[in-house]
């Protein structure tokens, strides 16, 4: 199981890199940024399980990029939508 969650977040994050760099999805929307998270949080299990602490250490970045990055863009959102 942990091998399935593995490869279905290579895929995640690959689907997403193709859409952006074809211009099919721009880089700073949620649907692109949700995408690496979620594919850090599959990738980073299997990581994690096979003790590939390094690689464990690049998803938490990973992670913490998408989501700071999704934090930012809602709150920019927030400020925008409410006449600030």
Same mark, same amino acid.
């Given at each position: 199981?942990?091998e399935? !969650?593995?490869?279905?977040?290579? =895929?995640? #994050?690959l #689907? =997403?890199?193709?859409?952006? %760099?074809?211009?099919?999805? =721009?880089?700073? %929307?949620?649907?692109? +940024?949700?995408?690496n998270?979620v594919? $850090?949080?599959l990738?980073?299990a +299997?990581?994690? $399980?096979?003790?590939?602490?390094? %690689?464990?250490?690049?998803?938490?970045?990973?992670? =913490? !990029?998408?989501?700071y990055?999704?934090?930012?863009k809602?709150?920019?959102?927030?400020?925008?939508? %409410?006449? +600030?």
């Open positions: 199981m942990i399935v !969650l593995g490869y279905t977040g290579i =895929a995640v #994050v #689907v =997403a890199y193709y859409l952006v %760099s074809t211009g099919k999805l =721009a880089g700073t %929307s949620y649907w692109s +940024n949700a995408a998270i594919g $850090a949080v990738v980073g +299997n990581v994690y $399980a096979h003790q590939a602490y390094a %690689s464990f250490v690049l998803q938490c970045a990973w992670f =913490a !990029l998408g989501a990055a999704v934090a930012r809602y709150a920019i959102g927030r400020k925008t939508s %409410s006449g +600030n």
